[in-house]
């Protein structure tokens, strides 16, 4: 929100933000921006005007854990065998996708950008975050070059999307992330 801002318009921005936050927590990505306009008293059109777009809506409110992601990559760059530090980090990623209902929707390929899977702001951030985890494990061998970050979100958002109506949604998503990561090959 800009600094520029009317208070008035500033004290509805957060009101919908907190609003929107707890349907998408109950509701998901499909949360109903006509509710959430009802809950935090404002009209339809001033939603609209704060989010122009559902994608605008989820980007706000996976902010604060996309942050936490981008925090939890820097701290495990460098650290450790380069392998698991990605791998660790694109767990999170996949947990923090489960818990976080709404946050793979903000996530989604929505092929706005030939040139990036992922062109929105969550995606551009957690694109950023994890390059050079990926960086580190292509240098040390433990990922083929030409895999990119983008990929791996991809990847999760997929095994997230995939199992979010499964009775364990949590356990059914790490289960896919770890078959993904290990192969169909048996070990040697």
Not at 77 to 95: M, P
Request: aromatic letters at 4%.
């Amino acid at each position: 929100m800009p600094d520029n801002q009317r208070a008035d318009a500033r004290r509805n921005y957060a009101r919908i933000l907190a609003v929107a936050e707890e349907e998408v927590a109950a509701h998901g990505a499909d949360a109903s921006l006509e509710q959430i306009a009802r809950t935090a008293g404002v009209g339809s059109a001033t939603v609209r005007r704060h989010f122009p777009t559902r994608r605008a809506l989820l980007e706000a409110v996976s902010h604060k854990r996309i942050e936490a992601l981008s925090v939890r990559a820097h701290d495990l760059t460098g650290k450790g065998d380069s392998r698991s530090a990605l791998l660790e980090w694109l767990s999170d990623v996949v947990a923090y996708c489960v818990a976080a209902r709404g946050l793979a929707a903000a996530l989604v390929y929505d092929g706005a950008a030939p040139e990036s899977v992922h062109e929105n702001a969550c995606s551009a951030r957690l694109e950023e975050a994890g390059h050079p985890l990926l960086r580190d494990a292509v240098r040390d061998g433990a990922v083929p070059a030409g895999v990119t970050v983008a990929d791996l979100i991809t990847l999760a958002v997929g095994i997230v999307l995939a199992t979010e109506q499964h009775p364990d949604p949590a356990a059914a998503a790490e289960r896919l992330f770890r078959l993904a990561v290990a192969g169909l090959s048996p070990q040697i």
